[in-house]
């Protein structure tokens, strides 16, 4: 693949503000009480590629025992400190969801399309990985862009994709994206704005990544071989509604270790 999947840079240059750039996509209070309502108080939860920890506090204050982890350690200086600030505890660890094993645990959550930035060959590792650490019965909740949505209804040419006020700051977000349907890879090419109320120096960045996207019959190959077992798909995060094929943007999995 040409691009970047990673799109480490991207999360180095926003950490600060990857709340308000992107955590309005999901509802994690309503994902919180899915992953209660499935499992017992004092559960052991893996949050895998946690990002600031916004999921993994919302599962802390449900009186989860949580273990959270990821790769970008901007992100994870974020995180220490709203966990720190949400006076809840959360075991923080650098970590590499294809590789790195933290004990065994009643569930894994792995949100906001984490899984995208990483290959066909990559991901059915990380999935084996999930796996193994999950106990029988154990449950996987994760996301991922939809492939067979965008190869109808990507958008083409350049839009906004956001366009808010949070606190004193405004932001405003431009995609130019391009999906390649054969390879399933959407390159996405981003401008990212911010600007005070108060009119401090405007910050900007630009970043360029790829993005693979799956569709929901690859998915649940690559869970089958991993010894998951699909229970339900949903089409987002925000309000977990049913998945309705190619037009969900999302597919939203829960799964169990068969």
Request: net charge negative; charged share 25%.
């Given at each position: 693949?040409?691009?970047?999947?990673?799109?480490?840079?991207?999360?180095?240059?926003?950490?600060?503000?990857?709340?308000?750039?992107?955590?309005?996509?999901?509802?994690?209070p309503k994902i919180?009480?899915?992953?209660?309502?499935?499992?017992?108080?004092g559960a052991k939860?893996?949050?895998?590629?946690?990002?600031?920890?916004?999921?993994?506090?919302?599962?802390?204050?449900?009186?989860?025992?949580?273990?959270?982890?990821?790769?970008?350690?901007?992100?994870?200086?974020?995180?220490?400190?709203?966990?720190?600030?949400?006076?809840?505890?959360?075991?923080?660890?650098?970590?590499?969801?294809?590789?790195?094993?933290?004990?065994?645990?009643?569930?894994?959550?792995?949100?906001?399309?984490?899984?995208?930035?990483?290959?066909?060959?990559?991901?059915?590792?990380?999935?084996?990985?999930?796996?193994?650490?999950?106990?029988?019965?154990?449950?996987?909740?994760?996301?991922?862009?939809?492939?067979?949505?965008?190869?109808?209804?990507?958008?083409?040419?350049?839009?906004?994709?956001?366009?808010?006020?949070?606190?004193?700051?405004?932001?405003?977000?431009?995609?130019?994206?391009?999906?390649?349907?054969?390879?399933?890879?959407?390159?996405?090419n981003e401008e990212?704005?911010?600007?005070?109320?108060?009119?401090?120096?405007?910050?900007?960045?630009?970043?360029?990544?790829?993005?693979?996207?799956?569709?929901?019959?690859?998915?649940?190959?690559?869970?089958?071989?991993?010894?998951?077992?699909?229970?339900?798909?949903?089409?987002?995060?925000?309000?977990?509604?049913?998945?309705?094929?190619?037009?969900?943007?999302?597919?939203?999995?829960?799964?169990?270790?068969?």
């Amino acid at each position: 693949m040409g691009g970047n999947l990673s799109g480490q840079e991207w999360y180095d240059r926003n950490a600060e503000w990857y709340d308000e750039l992107h955590g309005y996509y999901l509802d994690y209070p309503k994902i919180a009480g899915l992953m209660a309502s499935r499992l017992p108080r004092g559960a052991k939860v893996l949050d895998a590629a946690c990002g600031t920890a916004s999921l993994s506090i919302e599962l802390a204050k449900r009186g989860f025992k949580v273990t959270a982890f990821d790769l970008n350690e901007s992100m994870m200086r974020v995180a220490k400190r709203k966990v720190s600030e949400a006076g809840v505890h959360v075991d923080l660890r650098k970590g590499d969801m294809t590789t790195d094993c933290f004990g065994s645990f009643d569930a894994v959550t792995c949100l906001f399309n984490a899984v995208c930035h990483l290959s066909p060959r990559q991901l059915q590792p990380a999935l084996g990985n999930f796996s193994s650490q999950l106990s029988k019965g154990g449950l996987l909740f994760f996301d991922a862009f939809n492939a067979d949505y965008f190869r109808l209804h990507a958008k083409k040419g350049r839009f906004i994709d956001c366009a808010h006020q949070s606190g004193d700051n405004f932001f405003v977000r431009f995609n130019d994206n391009k999906y390649d349907p054969g390879a399933r890879v959407l390159h996405v090419n981003e401008e990212v704005y911010i600007q005070s109320i108060y009119w401090e120096k405007l910050h900007e960045s630009r970043e360029s990544y790829d993005m693979q996207l799956y569709s929901k019959p690859q998915l649940d190959s690559m869970l089958e071989k991993a010894g998951l077992r699909v229970l339900e798909n949903f089409g987002n995060t925000l309000n977990l509604k049913p998945f309705l094929g190619d037009e969900s943007l999302f597919i939203v999995t829960l799964c169990e270790k068969a």
